[in-house]
């Protein structure tokens, strides 16, 4: 049971690049969420799902996109990178039918910087 | 808007001492409030709270809601220097969290 992950853990792009970060969980959660985290700024929520095919904004959406075509995945890409979108981003799940929970559970964290 | 808001920001204590960390919420269809804490990586769940004045307890951590005052509190007794962390409360507005901005403590020996 992995829980949370995300690759890559590290990424360095150069100013209009563009990436794709993965998500995967395996707790059978219904809802995923991506954020970022910046010094002085807590956790910001960038986009967000309730279930397979459906993705909502967040906070701070501008500059990404998400897709969720498998329950398990949820992945945030940026289509052309910029210096501001430097940045600890953490993915996260929470809710299971089964249990009925609601905690949320994050990944480990990638760590992008645009340069 | 939605928006929590944790006091204080930082907190410097020596081993042994007990804190107290304060979360004031204003989440619209509120559910419940959650505190994590967050070393050096991901936030790691500490506690769900949905129900006010219930105590949940864990070890040298507990905390408490308060609806009607909009708050919730987590008291760490006995401080040790693995205490040491940023602490964060979330309050759930339906399918998402709101985040504070965290209470950072650090407990020296």
């Known amino acids: 049971n992995a829980g949370v992950t995300q690759t890559p853990k590290f990424r360095v792009l150069k100013t209009g690049q563009s990436m794709t970060l993965l998500c995967a969980q395996d707790?059978?959660?219904?809802?995923m969420y991506w954020y970022r985290q910046d010094p002085g700024m807590g956790l910001r929520l960038i986009h967000y799902?309730?279930?397979?095919?459906?993705?909502a904004k967040g906070e701070v959406p501008d500059g990404y996109n998400v897709s969720r075509l498998k329950k398990q995945n949820f992945l945030l890409g940026l289509e052309s990178a910029a210096p501001s979108q430097t940045s600890v981003y953490f993915c996260?799940?929470?809710?299971?039918?089964?249990?009925?929970?609601?905690?949320?559970?994050f990944g480990p964290g990638t760590r992008l910087t645009v340069t | 808007e939605d928006k929590v808001v944790q006091s204080p920001l930082s907190l410097v204590v020596h081993e042994g001492d007990t804190v107290t960390l304060n979360c004031s919420y204003e989440?619209?269809?509120?559910?419940?409030l959650l505190w994590y804490k967050q070393e050096k990586k991901a936030p790691t769940f500490l506690f769900m709270l949905?129900?006010?004045?219930i105590e949940k307890k864990s070890g040298r951590l507990s905390s408490i809601l308060d609806k009607k005052e909009l708050s919730s509190i987590l008291n760490i007794t006995a401080t040790q220097t693995g205490d040491s962390a940023i602490y964060l409360c979330?309050?759930?507005?339906?399918?998402?969290?709101?985040f504070g901005t965290g209470t950072r403590l650090q407990v020296f020996p």
């Open positions: 996260a799940s929470s809710y299971s039918r089964v249990t009925g929970s609601y905690e949320q559970y």
């Open positions: 707790m059978n959660h219904e809802y």
């Open positions: 799902s309730v279930g397979e095919g459906t993705t």
């Open positions: 989440v619209t269809n509120f559910r419940s």
């Open positions: 949905t129900s006010s004045g």
């Open positions: 979330a309050g759930y507005n339906t399918d998402k969290l709101i």
